[in-house]
């Protein structure tokens, strides 16, 4: 694996008294993209929040060697993760272009604003098009690349992606997924993927980590992970 950008050691997590993730220890290479697969239930979205301080959470989380394990949600946004949450978190009463100009508020250096807008537009050709329209009135799949836009306005590191392709036809799956893989080459953006097409998810990853109950029960090469025969019975359906 390359040089560690995210190193987790010990993470637990959980909601008022109820502890979802127990333990938990895994690691992010610079440039890689992995994918946190399980079954509902098992602590995949509150690994993210997790990371990202959206939950309760103890252990230690370090990123670019650095802890930042009692950051707040904002502050880590600054030091270089971007979550895209599950439903996308659009703001629906904004245009396309203020939902991006928005992700961009807090950044100082506007020339290189105004160049993230013209890299969005240039991966999402369709965000271009509508970038007038309100974004409450974009079909889903629209709505999920305002989503990765907007995460990319931030000039993240590490992106922190929650089922980028639920409730999407599988074309427009095929385009996103695409899109992420050219996202991390060129920009090398590394990313954190829950996603329950396994078989996708296995397809773009590097890296697997498997969750049952909160535990983390298997980790390794995406492509040995595919292998295993519990996931191939319990994930890919074969």
Do not use: W
């Amino acid at each position: 694996m390359s040089r560690p950008l995210l190193e987790v050691g010990n993470l637990t997590a959980g909601y008022g008294q109820t502890r979802v993730l127990h333990r938990l220890g895994f690691d992010l290479g610079e440039g890689e993209i992995a994918t946190i697969l399980g079954a509902n239930g098992a602590g995949k979205t509150t690994t993210l929040r997790a990371l990202c301080g959206m939950v309760r959470r103890e252990g230690e989380i370090r990123f670019d060697g650095r802890p930042i394990g009692g950051l707040s949600t904002e502050e880590v946004v600054r030091r270089g993760i971007a979550h895209v949450p599950e439903g996308r978190g659009t703001f629906v009463r904004l245009t396309v272009e203020e939902n991006l100009r928005l992700a961009a508020i807090t950044r100082k250096d506007r020339s290189a604003v105004a160049a993230d807008f013209e890299r969005v537009y240039d991966y999402f050709p369709r965000l271009r098009e509508r970038r007038r329209q309100q974004a409450g009135t974009l079909s889903g799949g629209e709505q999920q690349m305002l989503a990765i836009g907007r995460a990319l306005m931030l000039r993240p590191r590490l992106m922190l992606l929650d089922e980028p392709s639920f409730g999407l036809a599988p074309m427009i799956v095929q385009d996103i997924f695409g899109i992420l893989r050219t996202i991390n080459s060129e920009d090398r953006v590394s990313m954190l993927l829950v996603e329950q097409n396994a078989s996708l998810a296995l397809d773009l990853a590097n890296r697997a980590y498997v969750l049952e109950t909160g535990r983390l029960v298997l980790s390794g090469p995406a492509a040995k992970i595919r292998e295993d025969d519990s996931v191939r019975r319990s994930y890919l359906g074969y």
